[in-house]
């Protein structure tokens, strides 16, 4: 899969123009309180262990999804009639990652795609990264492919599926967890590496894909 998508990728790139105007957003979901105190040892240690509430509804969570527009063009009934860039290039809150897909020519693979999860990083995980590692990043095809494929999970999770280790469409695999806090991926897996990368706005569906909005630019894995 990795072969057949850099092989799509055109070989000129803009040098400059990287303009991300993505609208962050962020959530939490608390976890459940722990079971009374006459439970055994085991019942007492499952009951301690980190949760995170998952959504009752199919409909999008988190409190940054706030900023997508609530009816018309770039909301969230608006996304789900077009598959996944098409959808994204219409919502100001997803600009940033559309730019990235652009430069690297992954728009009409990305939307001819049928059943896929994307981890879509919003405008402050891409301004985590150094700035001259984000231009380098953007001026080389080959790495700006690796980096944005690693974003994409074959097949179409749901809250309750997100948890686990996912193989990701530049055939290597993503890690994500849950917390009190959230749904998250390891800081080791990012590209600032300071901190991990939070699901801030999830569950969001467009005709081919589900959209986890998240806040840090993930690192694939070493080759």
Known sequence: MKGTLRARVAV??????????????????????????????????????????????DRPFGAGCSAVPAAGVGSFSDMAQDPVVLAASRNPALASFVIAVQTA????SL???QGITVLAPVDTAFRAVPALQLHRLMADTAALTQVLTHHVIQGRLTPAQLVGTHTTLDNDTVTITA?????????GQTLAGAKP???????????????????????????
């Open 105 to 108: 020519s992954l728009g009409d």
């Open 12 to 57: 000129g790139v803009a040098a400059s123009g990287y303009a991300l105007v993505v609208t962050a957003c962020g959530a939490g979901a608390p976890g459940r309180a722990a079971s009374q105190a006459s439970t055994s040892p085991a019942s007492a240690a499952a009951a301690a262990a980190p949760q995170v509430a998952v959504p009752a509804s």
């Open 111 to 113: 939307n001819t795609l």
């Open 197 to 223: 990368a939070s699901v801030i706005c999830g569950n969001v569906q467009t005709a081919n894909a589900t959209v986890y909005l998240i806040d840090q630019v993930l690192k694939p894995p070493p080759s």
């Open 179 to 187: 917390s009190r806090a959230g749904f998250s991926v390891a800081a």
